[in-house]
């Protein structure tokens, strides 16, 4: 299984403002995803990163509000942008390869949005 | 679309004893894959099972095994002699079966409590 790991793991910012968080895995992946869970809620898939190319949306999710990098095989970044207290949530990303079709996830990145 | 059902937001087990929870999912598909993935309170999403669909056999992994039934799309988890380190929400999950690699569509949750 892949070892993945996030920064930051947590984050306090102001209104307005914009994070990005990190996702690394310790071998080549095939896919990486990110997602949202909200206060008390499940995991809500926000795009497929794509390596070389432009993120994959779900529906609902913007470039604009959540634009995302996948630099090599191994990285990715999500920024969530000109934020408000409702982006207050839990971002996680995951990786699979083509062998396992298992996601596995990274710890998680707890943003709170005062 | 998929769609995931979980119908216990909340259970509770002794210590030692037997917990089974409950998974229902709505698919067309034939080949797919389901998976139960525990999340602790440190919020680490962490995989417990996984059902290849096509597979007849239900998946085990040590005290943890699932009732998976095809026809009626239902895909229970039971834990045997629970232990503490078992409190967390359990979620189920739905993947496409797709070389690809496919999105995880997953149920509302289940928070499962120890108790000693």
């Known amino acids: 299984s892949a070892v993945i790991s996030q920064k930051p793991s947590r984050d306090i910012c102001q209104r307005g403002t914009s994070l990005t968080i990190q996702c690394q895995v310790d071998?080549?992946?095939?896919?990486m995803f990110w997602y949202r869970q909200q206060p008390g809620q499940s995991l809500t898939l926000i795009a497929t990163?794509?390596?070389?190319?432009?993120?994959?949306?779900e529906s609902g999710f913007v470039i604009d509000k959540f634009p995302i990098s996948r630099p090599n095989l191994t990285f990715s970044t999500l920024t969530v942008s000109n934020m408000s207290p409702e982006d207050s949530s839990i971002y996680l990303c995951s990786a699979a390869t083509h062998q396992t079709d298992t996601q596995y996830f990274g710890p998680g990145t707890r943003l709170t949005v005062l | 679309a998929q769609t995931v059902t979980q119908s216990q937001p909340e259970m509770s087990v002794q210590e030692a004893e037997t917990v089974t929870l409950s998974c229902t999912y709505d698919t067309s598909e034939n080949n797919y894959y389901l998976f139960w993935y525990k999340q602790p309170p440190s919020r680490q999403m962490i995989l417990v099972i996984r059902?290849?669909?096509?597979?007849?056999q239900n998946a085990t992994e040590n005290r943890f095994s699932v009732n998976f039934q095809k026809a009626a799309k239902s895909f229970s988890l039971k834990i045997s002699d629970s232990q503490l380190g078992d409190t967390a929400m359990y979620f189920c999950a739905f993947m496409r079966s797709e070389t690809s690699g496919s999105r995880l569509t997953f149920g509302e949750g289940t928070q499962l409590t120890v108790n000693p």
């Open positions: 059902q290849e669909a096509y597979k007849q």
């Open positions: 071998s080549q992946v095939t896919m």
């Open positions: 990163a794509n390596q070389g190319s432009e993120a994959t949306y």
